[in-house]
């Protein structure tokens, strides 16, 4: 009788673990297929494609509605998941209506702060996931830009200069992280060439950093200018990729 009841309770382990790996797949499945919707509604709006940015919207609604389903139960515990979905829900829709009234730099605004909540979800609950690790490196990467970006060597501020000098190694560390990540292709629907330029691109944004840093060394402010800004285009392209941009024809 005892083996019986033990192998019922085996069983039924089983089952409840192989029901809470087909939730998890599920669950990250439809945090990819937001993301695919939703990074070209932040890119489009950035390059100011109003009409294409349009066109993505209802299936970045759609994909968000998509994904608060398939949530797993232990995050809608306690107010965390509540005011995240509250802030991501009145983000989207105000995008919606700036996108349709046609002031695309406030829809990219309001749409930046997506990712950075969904990460702080993820991250809550020990999801790693890739696309978390590079909206990491946005932060100090963007301040780093936005010191440089413009200026002539007259223009660089010691103030600049500074700013630069302070984000740099935040910036280097975060892109290490990035480096060290093992990522499946197939999980975050990447084809073969887009797995191939990832892997370039993250070697190519670490060369760029060394870069910087040794412009910092030198004290060459024209350098400075041209590597701090240089460090964005790459991110930006591998950004990109986890988004498909199909969906905005």
Not at 140 to 163: F, N, Q, R
Not at 198 to 210: D, H, P, S, V, Y
Not at 219 to 236: L, M, N, Y
Request: hydrophobic residues 45%; proline residues 4%.
């Amino acid at each position: 009788m005892l083996r019986v009841i033990w192998l019922l309770m085996a069983g039924l382990v089983l089952v409840l673990a192989t029901v809470g790996c087909q939730r998890q797949a599920e669950t990250w499945d439809a945090m990819v297929a937001f993301d695919q919707a939703y990074i070209p509604a932040l890119a489009l709006t950035s390059q100011q494609q109003g009409e294409q940015a349009r066109a993505v919207m209802p299936r970045v609604m759609t994909r968000w509605q998509d994904l608060q389903q398939q949530i797993p139960a232990p995050w809608t515990r306690g107010e965390a998941w509540a005011h995240a979905t509250t802030e991501v829900t009145t983000r989207l829709q105000r995008a919606d209506t700036l996108i349709a009234d046609g002031h695309l730099n406030e829809a990219h605004d309001a749409l930046e702060g997506v990712r950075d909540v969904l990460m702080a979800q993820r991250r809550a609950h020990d999801i790693d996931y890739f696309v978390d690790r590079l909206t990491a490196f946005h932060e100090p990467m963007e301040a780093i830009v936005l010191a440089a970006k413009g200026k002539s060597p007259a223009m660089l501020t010691d103030a600049d200069l500074a700013t630069i000098r302070q984000q740099l190694p935040d910036a280097q560390a975060r892109w290490h992280a990035v480096e060290m990540a093992r990522i499946d292709p197939e999980r975050y629907r990447l084809s073969a060439e887009q797995a191939n330029q990832l892997k370039t691109g993250i070697t190519q944004e670490a060369t760029a950093l060394q870069a910087l840093q040794a412009a910092l060394d030198r004290g060459d402010r024209q350098r400075i200018i041209q590597t701090a800004v240089a460090i964005k285009p790459v991110f930006s392209q591998l950004f990109m990729l986890f988004g498909d941009f199909t969906l905005a024809k």
